[in-house]
Structure formats: C-alpha cells, structure tokens
C-alpha cells in the first residue's frame, strides 16, 4: 500500500522547504494523479513511491536528491578563475 505525505512531512523527509514543492506542482514537475493528490481544494498529499521515483531512489531507505532538481556549482580553481568570464549560475 502507498504511503501518502503531507507537504511538511514531504518537506521534512527530503528536506526541501514547502514552498519549494508548492513550486514543482505549479512548474508541472509534479504531476496531478501520479504524484499527488488533492482530496480537498486546500489538501495536498504526495505519493511517496512515485516522489522516490523522482528522485532516482528506488530503494526504501535513502533519500537522495535529484540531480536536476538543485543547480550544482563547482567553485573555480583560484589559477582558473577569471574576471572576464561571466559566472553561467547567475541568474539576472
């Protein structure tokens, strides 16, 4: 039987914040009906199988975070780094 999470809970298990995940339902990155339900207009649960999926977790026990959901920056090596360069993470 699916586990279903409230957005704290979701929130709390893969320490995203709320509106973070309130965010990936406007996005589209969760689906309606495959990702989470709305049993009311003001009630969001998560199905935890289909959220594992998502993360590239299939196993019950980890938690990982997908690597497309968080930009990653690997900082410069000071002989590397130049003024001239623009950054490609900033967003503006």
Do not use: C
């Not at 965010?23 to 199905?47: A, C, E, S």
């Not at 019950?60 to 690597?67: D, F, K, L, T």
């Amino acid at each position: 039987m699916d586990e279903y999470l409230t957005v704290k809970e979701l929130s709390d298990k893969i320490k995203f914040s709320k509106q973070s995940l309130y965010n990936f339902i406007h996005r589209g990155t969760f689906v309606l009906g495959k990702h989470y339900l709305k049993p009311t207009p003001k009630k969001v649960l998560f199905k935890w199988s289909e959220i594992k999926i998502w993360m590239g977790d299939s196993s019950p026990s980890g938690v990982e975070i997908p690597s497309n959901a968080v930009k990653k920056h690997s900082p410069q090596h000071p002989q590397e780094s130049s003024k001239d360069t623009p950054d490609p993470f900033i967003d503006i």
